[in-house]
Nanobody
Framework: QVQLVESGGGLVQPGGSLRLSCTVS????????MGWYRQAPGKQRELVAI???????TYADSVKGRFTISRDNAKNMVYLQMNSLKPEDTAVYYC????????WGQGTQVTVSS
């Protein structure tokens, strides 16, 4: 059974930081493209960051320079370090395994507010 479980969300003030974690089981993690997406209220789900099985990483323009995706293939985990958070970063953040098959976690809420 494939499972992706996110953790680390919460309430943070503007300018603050959070680190999201995603624990993955049931897939050959090392070969998968892993990523983070987010969905704000009333908006479509959007890409935040993608990490390929090699060193290729892609970020949304809105998070470049503030967010960092990383993965630990030995622990089957993927992380999203979020710095300099803004109110517009408020969303449910989803961990996803994108290829060769597609799987999603249940999401974790991130709220940036003073």
């Amino acid at each position: 059974q494939v499972q992706l479980v996110e953790s680390g969300g919460g309430l943070v003030q503007p300018g603050g930081s959070l680190r999201l974690s995603c624990t993955v089981s049931g897939i050959a993690f090392r070969i998968y493209v892993m990523g983070w997406y987010r969905q704000a209220p009333g908006k479509q789900r959007e890409l935040v960051a993608i990490s390929g099985s090699g060193s290729r990483i892609t970020y949304a323009d809105s998070v470049k320079g503030r967010f960092t995706i990383s993965r630990d293939n030995a622990k089957n985990m993927v992380y999203l370090q979020m710095n300099s958070l803004k109110p517009e970063d408020t969303a449910v953040y989803y961990c996803t395994a994108r290829a060769p098959n597609e799987y999603w976690g249940q999401g974790t809420q991130v709220t940036v507010s003073s």
